[in-house]
């Protein structure tokens, strides 16, 4: 099983800044990736960022240039982190933490509770 913790919500005007933090704890693989979603209020969960074991990133289209996903490997926890910048009011949603391990026979999925993110106008 993997344990997610998130934090770093809250409330902010737009153009401001938030950093979301995710740790995860137990069994992850070597081979994963951790990624960052949202949904906001009538819409669907949507992919922001992710970045795999390897290092290599991927941006929803409406975050590049903005947002910034990065990772620590560092401890027994691995940490994954999205730094927000130049929020808008169209960031508004819950952000959910999520973790995909691997190997040859098995696959770990696993999401956080979410934290919310408001930005106001």
């Known amino acids: 099983q993997v344990q997610l913790v998130e934090s770093g919500g809250g409330l902010v005007q737009a153009g401001g800044s938030l950093r979301l933090s995710c740790a995860a704890s137990g069994t992850i693989f070597s081979s994963n990736v951790m990624e960052w979603y949202r949904q906001a209020p009538g819409k669907q969960r949507e992919l922001v960022a992710g970045i795999t074991s390897g290092g290599s990133r991927n941006y929803a289209e409406s975050v590049k240039g903005r947002f910034t996903i990065s990772r620590d490997n560092a401890n027994a926890k691995k940490t994954v982190y999205l730094q927000m910048n130049s929020l808008k009011p169209e960031d508004t949603a819950v952000y959910y933490c999520?973790?995909?391990?691997?190997?040859?026979?098995?696959?770990?999925?696993?999401w956080g509770q979410g934290t919310q993110v408001t930005v106001s106008s």
């Open positions: 999520h973790v995909l391990s691997y190997n040859d026979i098995t696959r770990l999925d696993s």
